[in-house]
């Protein structure tokens, strides 16, 4: 079987970790790297030998030998550089935010669909080994029912210039939270502040309400002295605790919580004993330390190939591009929004 050949747009930050997982996949090649900075480019030339660097786009979209672009560069371009790929006959990987429109989005989807074209939104988290084993204990319902989801992504910059911090940051733990409740907010609630002349927000918090009183909350900043990577999620069996800057035990589930007796009748259980508290073991179970975005290319690769449809498929960048949308409204105008029924889930 030929190689899947695949043509990596944009090479800043982000771009170089594409090129080399979709190179370290056996079964495809990085044919060409596309990004207007010429100069920026001459000094990889030499590392990537066989991978034709080139600050023209049409050369990968008139390649007829070419399968696939992933595209990394900045949200704005998205879904200009989207939309022409899959209309010349690629599939497309692209990275988070999927556009910076949720009409964007659903015009994506659309063109992907009506032309058998695999569309895959880079949600990294969502191919981690930890949270992989989030999701399942939620599935065997290890966690009972749900009752928070507290998320706290923040440290020193990067300062973007073309989003604020909730559609930079605050992307990764929509997804993680749409993947591992696998609902959809009824109320948003967004605050946050600038600290620069660009007026887009560097410090943010969103808090959500779903379903039965489960609150989601995601606290991101550029403005930390310190990087924190936590998500705190309660259940009503046990709770857990995924730690990304730990080297070992991301994962950390604790036999704790609370017991309330219902109905109380008397005065001292009332007072005394209408709450306990349980203090149980704590388990740090192992987990695959496969990088995640090794994961997600060859799921794309799998995907491309078989027709299948990506764990984060079009419909999932959309659900997340809605909530930040939301937020941004409430951020705005300072009031708590509901979300309509037809923002995903349903
Ligand atoms: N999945 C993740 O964990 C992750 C991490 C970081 C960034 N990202 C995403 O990757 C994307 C890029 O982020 P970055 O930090 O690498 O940005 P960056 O600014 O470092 O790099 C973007 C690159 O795109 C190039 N570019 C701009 N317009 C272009 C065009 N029309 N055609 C080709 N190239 C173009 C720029 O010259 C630059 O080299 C963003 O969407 C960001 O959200 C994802």
Redesign the pocket.
């Known amino acids: 079987m030929r190689q899947f050949r695949v043509g990596v747009?944009?090479?800043?930050?982000?771009?170089p970790n594409l090129v080399r997982n979709f190179n370290d996949d056996p079964r495809a090649e990085v044919a060409y790297v596309?990004?207007?900075?010429v100069a920026?480019l001459e000094k990889h030339r030499t590392r990537y030998r066989t991978v034709k660097f080139t600050d023209n786009?049409d050369e990968l979209l008139l390649d007829k030998e070419l399968d696939a672009v992933a595209i990394?560069?900045?949200?704005d371009?998205?879904y200009p550089?989207a939309k022409a790929a899959l209309l010349a006959g690629k599939h497309v990987f692209i990275?988070?935010?999927l556009c910076r429109t949720s009409a964007q989005c659903e015009d994506l989807i659309r063109i992907a669909g009506e032309n058998n074209l695999t569309l895959m939104v880079?949600h990294?988290f969502i191919y981690h080994g930890p949270l992989r084993l989030i999701k399942k204990l939620i599935e065997q319902a290890d966690l009972g029912d749900i009752l928070f989801f507290n998320s706290v992504r923040v440290n020193l910059g990067?300062f973007q210039r073309d989003v604020n911090v909730l559609w930079?940051l605050g992307?990764?733990d929509l997804a993680i939270m749409d993947y591992l409740l696998g609902q959809s907010p009824l109320e948003v609630f967004a605050i946050g502040s600038s600290h620069t002349d660009s007026r887009l927000a560097d410090i943010a918090y969103l808090t959500m309400k779903f379903e039965h009183d489960l609150i989601g909350h995601i606290n991101v900043s550029w403005l930390s002295p310190v990087k924190v990577r936590q998500i705190v999620i309660g259940g009503t069996k046990r709770m857990v605790v995924f730690d990304d800057n730990s080297q070992v035990e991301k994962v950390r589930i604790y036999d704790k919580g609370i017991e309330t007796m219902n109905q109380p009748t008397t005065a001292p259980q009332i007072y005394s004993s209408r709450i306990q508290y349980r203090h149980g073991d704590m388990i740090a179970p192992v987990y695959d330390v496969t990088e995640a975005?090794r994961t997600a290319v060859r799921h794309f690769i799998d995907c491309a190939l078989s027709g299948d449809l990506p764990l984060t498929d079009g419909h999932s960048g959309l659900r997340v591009v809605k909530m930040l949308e939301q937020a941004d409204q409430s951020l705005a105008s300072g009031k708590v929004l509901p979300v309509g029924a037809e923002s995903g889930y349903v």
Not at 9 to 15: F, L, P
Not at 72 to 75: I, K
Request: charged share 15%; hydrophobic share 30%; proline share 10%.
């Open positions: 747009i944009g090479y800043g930050y982000w771009g596309c990004d207007p900075q920026m786009l990394a560069t900045p949200v371009t998205h550089l990275e988070k935010p880079d990294t990067n930079d992307a990764h975005l």
